[in-house]
């Protein structure tokens, strides 16, 4: 773990690497305000441990870190941006190799490129225009997809989608695109977001803007694709979702929360799971030099994760947040493809 304030910026900058067991560290770089440097040090130990479990999941030959930038006001001008990105660079540089970074929120392939720069290659997703495989964000939403057409075959018994009501959390980048989809293929959607400026578009696809609360509305299936943490003990007991799937990073509050829902009978991916699209197509397109009728098939595979988790966790009667980590912890020690 390195904590510095950039020389340069005078921002504070946290790396973590939680483990470089499997191979070097990745995880991406978050640029957000923290009420205090501490608590900013506490997310990215969660966030670089939760990597190391999405990477183990997903069959690649990485660890798990992760990088925050812990900006006052989130809003760095092109300067500013530019002294942050080379404090960053100076610390992953320290680190000879074992963490590589990539877009997380706050952060772009724009600033990837830079760090790429920077470091001599140690930053995934720079724009396609420089060699990289871009946003990746379709990735992502083409993962949650097929997390979500195995978790719905396991708990409801089809792999239908058509009738299902849909609450998405969140209609941003991946959010827009899994409500879409959901959409197109006959599920009632019903989606919100912060930013009222998102309405139009969603009804123009066909979706019901909510300005309501979803986590407290009755759907089939919520997808949580906006911040993390939005699903607390208090938020768990009143949840009435039959299946939560979604792409938000650590969205329980606490570990005790996958408890709480699986006893209310909710099932709950583990977003360690379904949000590890856009790593997968990272690694395979930059690292592995798949192409992307390669890359794709490891995408859909999060689908036969998700069902190996959640057959494991009704066999041994434990919540797919723990039958999640036995199979992370056996695959971290296997040889990955
Ligand atoms: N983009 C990726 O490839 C990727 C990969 C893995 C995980 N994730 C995670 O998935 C989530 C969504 O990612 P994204 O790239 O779509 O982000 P995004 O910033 O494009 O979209 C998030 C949306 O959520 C909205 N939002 C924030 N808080 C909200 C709330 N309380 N209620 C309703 N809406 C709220 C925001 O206004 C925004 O429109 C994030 O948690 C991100 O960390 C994304």
């Known amino acids: 773990m390195r904590v510095v304030r950039g020389r340069r910026s005078g921002v504070v900058i946290a790396v973590a690497v939680h483990s470089t067991q499997a191979g070097p560290a990745i995880g991406g770089c978050r640029i957000k305000p923290y009420p205090g440097w501490r608590d900013g040090v506490d997310d990215v130990v969660r966030l670089a441990r939760a990597m190391t479990e999405k990477a183990a999941l997903a069959g690649l030959r990485h660890g798990g870190g992760k990088a925050v930038i812990m900006d006052a006001d989130a809003v760095l001008d092109e300067r500013h941006r530019l002294l942050v990105l080379e404090d960053l660079a100076e610390v992953i540089t320290s680190l000879d190799g074992a963490y590589l970074t990539g877009p997380d929120i706050g952060s772009a392939p724009a600033d990837m490129e830079i760090i790429h720069r920077l470091t001599g ?169 798949l192409t992307e009728e390669e890359t794709t098939p490891r995408i859909r595979a999060i689908g036969t994760t998700v069902t190996e988790i959640l057959t494991g966790a009704r066999d041994s009667g434990t919540t797919p947040q723990a039958a999640a980590r036995d199979l992370a912890a056996r695959r971290r020690t296997a040889v990955p493809a």
């Open 121 to 289: 290659g140690l930053a995934f997703c720079r724009p396609e225009s420089s060699g990289g495989s871009g946003n990746s964000s379709i990735a992502t939403a083409h993962g949650v997809l097929a997390a979500l057409e195995a978790a719905v075959d396991h708990v409801f018994g089809t792999g239908a989608l058509a009738g299902l009501r849909v609450g998405v959390i969140g209609y941003g980048s991946v959010g827009r695109l899994v409500a879409d989809e959901l959409a197109a293929r006959g599920c009632a959607v019903t989606t919100g977001d912060l930013d009222e400026s998102r309405r139009a578009t969603a009804e123009a696809a066909g979706l019901t803007w909510s300005a309501e609360d979803l986590l407290g509305e009755e759907f089939d299936v919520l997808v949580p694709a906006a911040v993390g943490g939005l699903l607390s003990e208090e938020r768990a007991r009143t949840c009435r979702a039959g299946l939560i799937v979604g792409p938000a990073n650590n969205q329980l509050t606490h570990d005790d929360v996958a408890s709480t829902l699986h006893e209310r009978g909710i099932t709950w991916v583990p977003d360690v799971v379904a949000s590890a699209g856009g790593i997968i197509h990272a690694v395979c397109r930059e690292e592995l030099g």
